[in-house]
């Protein structure tokens, strides 16, 4: 199992927009992200900065799939972001791992 953990920012004044759209994440969504073995996956937001963790079993086959779904929850999310997910591009900024303890 691979642990991924990402950085995003959000842009100044959409902090609790993106708040409110992660209440009411797309049923769709969620379901793509269990169905592509993403598992026990949390955003962490500071300000307007965002972490986030999850655990996959193959993250490059997970992104490879492209979930059109997931895509378009991408796109409605992009006017809210200074760095976004990067799923669809490759750019996703990832955290290096220095410490883990099970």
């Known amino acids: ?41 949390s955003i962490f937001m500071m300000g307007r900065m965002l972490f986030s ?4 079993e ?5 992104m490879a799939a492209a979930d059109p779904v997931n895509q378009k929850w991408q796109e409605h999310m992009a006017p809210l972001m200074d760095v976004g997910s990067g799923v669809q591009d490759g750019s996703t900024v990832c955290l290096e791992e220095v410490f883990h303890l099970d």
Request: proline fraction near 2%.
């Open 1 to 41: 199992m691979q642990r991924v953990a990402t950085f995003m920012l959000v842009k100044e004044g959409m902090e609790e927009r993106y708040r409110e759209e992660h209440r009411h994440v797309w049923p769709e969504v969620l379901e793509g992200i269990t169905r592509y073995g993403i598992e026990n996956y």
């Open 53 to 56: 963790y999850f655990e996959v």
């Open 58 to 62: 193959d993250l490059d086959r997970a």
